[in-house]
T-cell receptor
Framework: KQEVTQIPAALSVPEGENLVLNCSFT??????LQWFRQDPGKGLTSLLL?????REQTSGRLNASLDKSSGRSTLYIAASQPGDSATYLC?????????FGTGTRLQVTL | EAGVVQSPRYKIIEKKQPVAFWCNPI?????LYWYLQNLGQGPELLIR????????DSQLPKDRFSAERLKGVDSTLKIQPAELGDSAVYLC?????????????FGPGTRLTVL
């Protein structure tokens, strides 16, 4: 059974800092890994999707890496802003389903 | 292009009452998913449809939950009767196909509160 773990569960940083969110998974037989953002009371917004054959994806200030063999992914956020405050979820796709972690709740303070 | 549409956005009911949620996927997406998200947790799959066929409903509590996707487009998820523990966010997602490389796109969710 695939298990996805995200560390830390919560993080508070001052504006402007670079930060890294971590995601680990137990079964490396994945199709892809996705990072989502979720604002309070809202649905999921897809940030980056990394196919199993890829090592990283970038979008603006976000960079996600994937090391499938070790079961790890990181989401790097550069020059954090208060608007980045949200919960970040990673999810891994196997043949049968998308399995989510419990998320990292990020707060960027002024 | 419109994303995944869900309604209602919020629903408050008393326990033992029935409730229904509606989802319209992205046009052309054959695969539709219903997820349950409890507070502080990641979403968990309830049911997956390929067109009008439910191909994975192993996590759907069939004693009180039911779903349908009659014409292979929009879908309805029903709970009857609702229990206090059903309070959660119900998310709908869709993808072009069920293959693992297809990205899933999520709707805004329906937040259910059972009193």
């Amino acid at each position: 059974k695939q298990e996805v773990t995200q560390i830390p569960a919560a993080l508070s940083v001052p504006e402007g800092e670079n930060l890294v969110l971590n995601c680990s998974f137990t079964d490396s037989a994945i199709y892809n890994l996705q990072w989502f953002r979720q604002d309070p009371g809202k649905g999921l917004t897809s940030l980056l999707l990394i196919q199993s054959s890829q090592r990283e994806q970038t979008s603006g200030r976000l960079n996600a890496s994937l090391d499938k063999s070790s079961g790890r992914s990181t989401l790097y956020i550069a020059a954090s802003q208060p608007g980045d405050s949200a919960t970040y979820l990673c999810a891994v796709r196997t043949a049968s389903k998308l399995t989510f972690g419990t998320g990292t709740r990020l707060q960027v303070t002024l | 292009e419109a994303g995944v549409v869900q309604s209602p956005r919020y629903k408050i009911i008393e326990k033992k009452q029935p409730v229904a949620f509606w989802c319209n996927p992205i046009s052309g997406h054959n695969t539709l998913y219903w997820y349950l998200q409890n507070l502080g947790q990641g979403p968990e799959l309830l049911i997956r449809y390929e067109n009008e066929e439910a191909v994975d409903d192993s996590q759907l509590p069939k004693d009180r939950f039911s779903a349908e996707r009659l014409k292979g487009v929009d879908s309805t998820l029903k709970i009857q009767p609702a229990e206090l523990g059903d309070s959660a966010v119900y998310l709908c997602a869709s993808s072009l196909g069920a293959e693992g490389y297809n990205e899933q796109f999520f709707g805004p969710g329906t937040r259910l509160t059972v009193l």
